[in-house]
C-alpha cells in the first residue's frame, strides 16, 4: 500500500519528470488490473509504450 501511495504522490507532482510521471501512472493502471491496450488508451499513449515500461 506504501508503495502505490508513493507513486500516486509522483503522479501529481508539478515538479517530476514527464518520464516518471508516466512511468507511475502506467504503473498504477496496471496495478489496477488493466491490461496493456486499456492502460493505453487510458493514458492516450501508444501500446508499446506501456508494454516497454512494465518489461522494466
Do not use: F
Not at 501529481?12 to 508516466?22: D, G, K, W
Not at 504503473?27 to 512494465?54: F, P
Amino acid at each position: 500500500m506504501r508503495e502505490k501511495q508513493i507513486l500516486e504522490k509522483i503522479a501529481r507532482h508539478q515538479h517530476s519528470s514527464q518520464q516518471l510521471v508516466r512511468r507511475s501512472q502506467i504503473i498504477l493502471k496496471a496495478g489496477d488490473g488493466l491490461n496493456n491496450q486499456q492502460v493505453a488508451r487510458v493514458l492516450s499513449i501508444h501500446r508499446e509504450t506501456v508494454r516497454q515500461w512494465r518489461e522494466r
